[in-house]
T-cell receptor, first 114, second 117 residues
Framework: AQSVTQLGSHVSVSEGALVLLRCNYSSSVPPYLFWYVQYPNQGLQLLLKYTSAATLVKGINGFEAEFKKSETSFHLTKPSAHMSDAAEYFCAVSFTGGGNKLTFGTGTQLKVEL | DTGVSQNPRHKITKRGQNVTFRCDPISEHNRLYWYRQTLGQGPEFLTYFQNEAQLEKSRLLSDRFSAERPKGSFSTLEIQRTEQGDSAMYLC??????WGQGNQPQHFGDGTRLSIL
């Protein structure tokens, strides 16, 4: 079975500081990994995806994530936080043969302070 | 690409009533998914369709829940005899099938928030 663990349900950073949101996965088959962002009372917006091509994936809004098989991790980073980045972030996994259905982590609420 | 559309955005109903939600996916997407999200949690998979065929249902989808996609376009999710525990955000997503089957990103609607009084 596939699962995702997001360490830290709340992360707080200063504006301009590095953002690091952690995601570890468990999968018995090669995974596809995704990061989504959710603003209050809205659906999820795709930030980036890993689909077995390049291990360093660049997404929208300056975010990127690196797939590390040895660490079973897919951490999300952004060099410089902006106030508009405050939102909830979800890591998710799917796999070939699984109907493309996503298994999500419990989410990390990012707070950006002045 | 007009995005995934869900209606209504909010639904308030009394316990025991039936409710129905609608999802209109991105037109060229043949896969449609329903998820449920409770407060402080990530979305949980409920069911998915490939065209009009319902291919998988989660154990979360009790007998009171039914989903349809009659013509392979829009989908409806009905909950009969609603209970307090059904209060949640119901999210719909769509994707194309893709060569790897698991690698196509899902595009989400803004959800329907259900509140049971």
């Amino acid at each position: 079975a596939q699962s995702v663990t997001q360490l830290g349900s709340h992360v707080s950073v200063s504006e301009g500081a590095l953002v690091l949101l952690r995601c570890n996965y468990s999968s018995s088959v090669p995974p596809y990994l995704f990061w989504y962002v959710q603003y209050p009372n809205q659906g999820l917006q795709l930030l980036l995806k890993y689909t077995s091509a390049a291990t360093l994936v660049k997404g929208i809004n300056g975010f990127e994530a690196e797939f590390k098989k040895s660490e079973t991790s897919f951490h999300l980073t952004k060099p410089s936080a902006h106030m508009s980045d405050a939102a909830e972030y979800f890591c998710a996994v799917s796999f070939t043969g699984g109907g493309n259905k996503l298994t999500f982590g419990t989410g990390t609420q990012l707070k950006v302070e002045l | 690409d007009t995005g995934v559309s869900q209606n209504p955005r909010h639904k308030i109903t009394k316990r025991g009533q039936n409710v129905t939600f609608r999802c209109d996916p991105i037109s060229e997407h043949n896969r449609l998914y329903w998820y449920r999200q409770t407060l402080g949690q990530g979305p949980e998979f409920l069911t998915y369709f490939q065209n009009e065929a319902q291919l998988e249902k989660s154990r979360l989808l009790s007998d009171r829940f039914s989903a349809e996609r009659p013509k392979g376009s829009f989908s409806t999710l009905e909950i009969q005899r609603t209970e307090q525990g059904d209060s949640a955000m119901y999210l719909c997503a769509s994707s194309s099938e893709g060569w790897g089957q698991g690698n196509q990103p899902q595009h989400f609607g803004d959800g329907t928030r259900l509140s049971i009084l």
